[in-house]
């Protein structure tokens, strides 16, 4: 049954990725739509099929199934908002910074205090991807992040991953 | 002429960051303060190159929806949106993982944590 429930998870996933992929691509069912023809149905369930069986061991590997939640979805797609700020704040700071030379790097540690591997993993991430942070190493015992700035400032926790903490906790833990 | 001007204009700021991100590579002074101008810049100028495209073909398709060719394009967009906010990251991280673990140290640093904590 678990396994079951972790191919039909996979499954559903593969299948998604595929039509949309192929939306508005080639002929369709009617004529004048954008939905898929029967045939790239057909070939979409049978790979999704094989996907499912292959990977559902790889993709679902923890028992916790919490993020087939679709809440949990929409807050991460609205989570790209804030993301997307703070990229664009720090991108003018890391462009001044590469104009006029002033850079003082170090490595600091903070300690999110995430508890789960997705969390974790997506903070990382977030971090990297908002310039003048870069993430060198994880302590994935205690789930603390090595963080490289290039600019060290006072209080790194709070300062490099306020903003996201909050947020990642509500779809991912 | 409205959607001209804003694909303009996110071509402008992909091409400053982008632009930025090759003038960072050469004035940082080691591998830490390079990966920050080659791939975070760099990033936000293809996010924005990204946008262009997407508002381009969904102009196209919102004007001419027989031309469906145009939502496919801006979806397989879409896709590689994803895919580059995912993979960036990873990249960025391990460049700057494998060179701590072979023992480069960052210039000028003023703090150090992780060596602190691998000399203990």
Known sequence: M???????????????????????????????????????????????????????????????????????????????????????????????????????????????????????????????????????????????????????????????????????????? | MITLTILYIFLIIAVVFNGLGVIGLHRFPDVYTRLHAATKCTTFGTIFMTFAVIVYSGYRYYWNPTQDQYLNMALHTIAALVAILVTNPTGAHAIARAAHRIGIKPKFAVVDDLEDKEAK
């Open chain 1, 2 to 173: 678990k396994k079951f429930k972790a191919f039909i998870s996979t499954f559903l996933f593969a299948l998604f990725v595929y039509l949309f992929m192929t939306l508005a691509a080639g002929q369709s069912m009617i004529e004048g739509s954008i939905l898929w023809s029967i045939e790239e149905l057909i070939f979409g369930i049978s790979i999704a099929l094989i996907v499912g069986a292959v990977a559902s061991n790889i993709l679902c590997r923890s028992d916790n199934y919490r993020m087939l939640n679709p809440v949990r979805w929409i807050i991460m797609l609205v989570y790209m908002v804030p993301l997307f700020i703070e990229m664009v704040k720090a991108n003018l700071d890391v462009a001044y910074r590469v104009i006029t030379g002033k850079i003082e790097p170090g490595i600091v540690k903070i300690d999110p205090d995430l508890k789960t591997d997705l969390g974790v993993t997506f903070l990382a991430n977030s971090i990297t991807l908002t310039p003048g942070t870069l993430t060198v190493d994880v302590d994935e015992e205690k789930s603390e992040l090595y963080i490289h700035w290039i600019k060290v400032g006072d209080d790194p926790t709070e300062s490099i991953s306020g903003r996201f903490v909050p947020w990642i906790r509500r779809f991912a833990e």
